[in-house]
């Protein structure tokens, strides 16, 4: 059923009287503009702070300072297993199993360890298939790789861009390129929602492509990790990676998430890069000659737990389970087609949205590009305490994250572009 919406302010304030998560929003630092706290649209971007996250920290450096190197075995967090800690609420966004996911580095370093382990090229099967315009580090990251193993990127490389006039990739042109490439195709490596669209892409039907051509898939779910619920084992995702400072909250430099589907996970045959906290833990501390892996996405660890990276993680994650994917997920579609709604209010702007109006191929965020003024407009909502990102040329992206946005948040961003641009 579709929402229906109204133009008045009693609307914003109705919607978030009946919204069942509306308290989540006290649960967070906001930035402060003319003493009130700013609305923030960039989540996508980076997401706030929580509250319990000094705490949190303060709890691991007490543990330092008091037991030092007996913070591995003791205290309230023994810091051995600290990776643990954060495994089964990252269970339940990614819709796999505690075997298939863990934490370490970050995320183009996660990318290229995995990718190492994934892309296996050989003399007729080396190609790549990518969406065209990738976050630049993934395109980076893609690049290198190919060269590494000496071959040509522009060869080893297909990137599908949308059709002509249109904005959007459309899945079956992703399946009919992945089909055509038949068996010279080595892997897929999508965005999961594309950072500048906004659009979410069909990933279990990408993946089902990819193997039908017997091509492994992988995803960047930057933009996906506590935005949109997932189903990767489900789907039968080969592998994913993501960061944990957009959707997830966890701060600049958190440590990175990591999704191996456990017939890959299992085998301590799937070729990695070793290094001891990825060897089985029965054995890591014998210091001796041979990798043996954890059979589990574990045994792609290399070094030690990056315990003050993950603090902030295993503090915000305490918020998704207790708020639900599901739950944040439904007033997100909510959320963002109100925004859309009222958007659609402004006809006297000029611009169009990027982002698909299809809910299910979108998360949070909706792109929108301003043929003029977008600049402009970008300063505006900055000097009216709403902060939102600009990416030239003239494109604002507005990602209205479920967990501490509200309706009134999405009604004031409409009365600033209303009343200052008509
Ligand atoms: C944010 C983002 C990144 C950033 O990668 P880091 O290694 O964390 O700096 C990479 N890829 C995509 C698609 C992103 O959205």
């Not at 297993?81 to 199993?97: D, E, T, W």
């Not at 059979?295 to 990056?306: F, H, M, R, V, Y």
């Not at 501490?404 to 009604?411: A, H, N, Q, R, W």
Request: charged share 20%.
């Amino acid at each position: 059923m579709p929402d229906t919406f109204d133009l008045t302010p009693e609307f914003a304030r109705q919607a978030d009287q009946q919204d069942p998560l509306q308290h989540f929003k006290q649960a967070f630092h906001f930035p402060r503009h003319q003493d009130r706290d700013v609305i923030y649209f960039c989540g996508n971007s980076l997401g706030l702070q929580p509250k319990n996250v000094a705490a949190a920290m303060q709890t691991e450096l007490d543990t330092w300072r008091k037991m030092a190197v007996g913070g591995y075995f003791s205290g309230p967090n023994p810091w051995l297993y600290y990776q643990h800690y954060v495994q089964s609420s990252l269970v339940r966004l990614m819709g796999c199993h505690e075997n298939e996911v863990t934490v370490m580095n970050t995320l183009t370093v996660n990318l290229h360890l995995l990718m190492l382990s994934f892309y296996r090229p050989t003399a007729r099967r080396y190609k790549i298939i990518m969406e065209a315009g990738a976050f630049p580090s993934d395109q980076y990251a893609i690049e290198t790789l190919v060269r590494h193993f000496n071959l040509d990127p522009t060869d080893a490389i297909i990137e599908i861009n949308p059709r002509e006039g249109e904005k959007t990739l459309r899945t079956d042109d992703i399946v009919q390129t992945i089909h055509n490439t038949g068996a010279e195709l080595a892997m897929v490596l999508f965005g999961g929602i594309h950072y500048y669209t906004g659009q979410l892409l069909d990933l279990p039907a990408i993946t089902a492509a990819a193997h039908a051509a017997g091509a492994v898939a992988g995803f960047d779910l930057a933009h996906v990790a506590g935005n949109v619920p997932m189903q990767l084992h489900t789907w039968g995702v080969d592998f994913a990676a993501w960061c944990s400072y957009k959707y997830l909250n966890a701060g600049p430099g958190a440590v990175g998430g990591a999704y191996i589907h456990e017939k890959h996970a299992q085998n301590i045959h799937t070729p990695r890069l070793g290094g001891w906290w990825g060897n089985d833990e029965k054995t890591r501390f014998k210091m001796e000659k041979g990798f043996i892996p954890k059979q589990d996405a574990g045994g792609w660890n290399i070094s030690t737990a990056q315990v003050f990276n993950t603090v902030a993680l295993k503090a915000s994650l305490e918020l998704f389970d207790e708020a639900g994917m599901d739950r944040l997920r439904t007033k997100s579609i909510r959320l963002t087609a109100y925004l859309e709604y009222l958007l659609h209010q402004l006809p006297q702007l000029n611009f169009e949205i990027l982002t698909p109006a299809d809910v299910n191929s979108r998360g949070a965020q909706l792109s929108l590009f301003f043929r003029e003024k977008g600049k402009e407009i970008h300063q505006r909502m900055i000097d009216n305490g709403i902060t939102v990102d600009y990416r030239e040329p003239g494109v604002i992206r507005v990602a209205p994250a479920p967990l501490y946005c509200s309706f009134e948040d999405v009604y004031r961003f409409y009365t600033i572009l209303r009343d200052h641009f008509n």
